[in-house]
């Protein structure tokens, strides 16, 4: 650098100092300068998200003695920079989390340690306002928050780090000796076998255990978000009949998302799902399922199944129960199976006794030429009536009501989403409404016109409708 225009204040004899130099006698030395910048400040809340909305909430508390490391680019290396500990704002009676740095111009990211409190980060770049979201993206690992660059008089007090409790699944590996998808009392657990859960929609693996000596796990510290679980299943052994009974005693690998694979789970803050469960068989299953399905259509009920492989099968049927019912019966109807395959085979039957509403649960019974037999996972059908939805004003230009009336209990979700699918606001989640008529409001005061998609998903059933903002 050019000594006539730099600034030689580097600390190395203490604050506010340059290094040591040398004068002789008669030499003089006009270099020497000293240039200062605005502090910028970094900062500023962490806070417990009381709601599980995502966003920071003016009732919602923050979170005090928790190390804030502020990571800044030193030539292309980071390196942390300082340390904060969150606490009272100066200045006021009792707001909580807070923190801030006094920087120089430069690049920088925050990093908050969080200890083993059972909480996980909140969603990042939830709705349109940087003074509420949180900004714990995971960019530069975990905890982390993208990077940024600041410049002298400038301030960066928008960053946030919000968090909840975390979900968690487990339960149980045992090995199924009479192959019928059934955690029977005297089977033997398997120990050693690790479980890994992924995130459904990036396929990245989220968590990672280990049965022990009783075939048990637990994935702990899980985040919002679709998931589903890996299992590893030993050599010479499969994973049996999947979703064959009650979530309490079943299996529930049945390769969704590929080999050994679950269903999508959709985990929420504080839940704890203890159901998830795999069946392993020695030898290979006499059909190796690929999927089953069950749907209304013109007020009769297609089950539908295919399956990758058969041995030695003869038949199907297909078996019926009501939700209050403990007992499945058969559907008139049996199914002849191909047999002996090593293709891909479609089957479906009609049940056409479908009048009643409620909820009903099905299951296909597959039986071998020697009168042994297996089941396939359960599916279901929720028969409800109609449901019925409607919305205004809409344009709006600034609150639309929706009104829902359904034609029994149900759990109702309502969230707005712009043009780029980011999610703008929760107006109620998995909220539980009464059969008959309720008014939600669709509060857009502070959204920026323009045109929104609002998705309501009743009971896992979602339909969406366009919301147009006006000035």
């Keep these: ?62 979170i005090n003695g928790l190390a804030v490391n502020l990571w800044k680019n030193i030539s ?56 509420f979201d949180s900004d714990i993206t995971n960019a530069n690992g975990v905890g982390t928050s993208a990077s940024f660059t600041v410049t002298s008089g400038q301030k960066k007090n928008d960053l946030g780090a919000g968090y909840y409790p975390m979900a968690v699944v487990g339960n149980l590996v045992w090995q199924d000796d009479n192959q019928n998808g059934i955690q029977d009392e005297d089977e033997p657990k398997v120990a050693g076998l690790t479980v890994q859960a992924f995130d459904a929609n990036s396929n990245v693996m989220v968590a990672e255990a280990v049965t022990d000596g009783e075939g048990k796990y637990k994935l702990d510290y899980l985040e919002r978000a679709d998931i589903y679980l890996k299992f590893e299943v030993p050599s010479g052994y499969s994973a049996t009949t999947a979703r064959a009974a009650d979530d309490a005693v079943d299996s529930d690998v049945d390769h969704t ?80 199976a191909k047999g002996n395959t090593n293709n891909t085979s479609k089957y479906n039957l009609v049940d056409n006794d479908v009048a009643l509403t409620g909820l009903y649960i099905y299951r296909v019974k597959q039986v071998d030429f020697d009168g042994k037999f297996t089941y396939s996972k359960l599916v279901s059908v929720q028969h409800k009536g109609e449901n019925e939805m409607s919305l205004y004003p809409n344009p709006t230009k600034g609150e639309s009501s929706l009104d829902i009336t359904l034609s029994s209990d149900a759990k109702v979700s309502i969230e707005i989403y712009d043009n780029s699918s980011k999610l703008v606001r929760v107006i109620t989640n998995e909220a539980y409404q009464a059969e008959g008529h309720k008014a939600y409001l669709i509060n857009l005061n502070d959204i920026l016109a323009g045109v929104y998609n609002l998705k309501v998903t009743i009971d896992g059933v979602v339909t969406q409708k366009k919301i147009i903002k006006i000035e």
């Design 76 to 131: 292309g290396t980071w390196v942390i920079w300082d340390t904060k500990y969150t606490g009272i704002k100066p200045g006021t009676p009792s707001d909580d989390g807070y923190f801030n740095f006094c920087v120089a111009p430069g690049q920088y990211y925050i990093e908050v340690i969080m200890p083993p409190l059972g909480l996980v980060r909140a969603r990042p770049n939830i709705g349109n306002n940087e003074e």
């Design 257 to 336: 998302y590929g080999l050994n694979t679950t269903r999508m789970f959709a985990m929420r803050s504080g839940m704890i799902n203890e159901n998830v469960d795999l069946g392993i068989a020695f030898g290979v299953l006499p059909v190796e399922w690929l999927d089953v399905n069950a749907i209304r259509v013109n007020n009769i009920h297609q089950v539908t199944w295919s399956t990758a492989k058969e041995v030695n099968v003869d038949y199907y049927v297909v078996e019926r129960k009501y939700a209050n019912e403990n007992v499945f019966t058969q559907i008139p109807g049996k199914v002849i």
């Design 1 to 62: 650098p050019n000594a006539t225009i730099n600034s030689d204040v580097d600390g190395t004899n203490g604050p506010n100092t340059t290094a040591t130099f040398t004068l002789l006698p008669g030499q003089n030395d006009l270099t020497r300068d000293a240039g200062y910048y605005i502090c910028i400040p970094i900062g500023d809340l962490v806070w417990y998200d009381i709601n599980k909305n995502d966003v920071w909430d003016t009732n919602e508390n923050g």
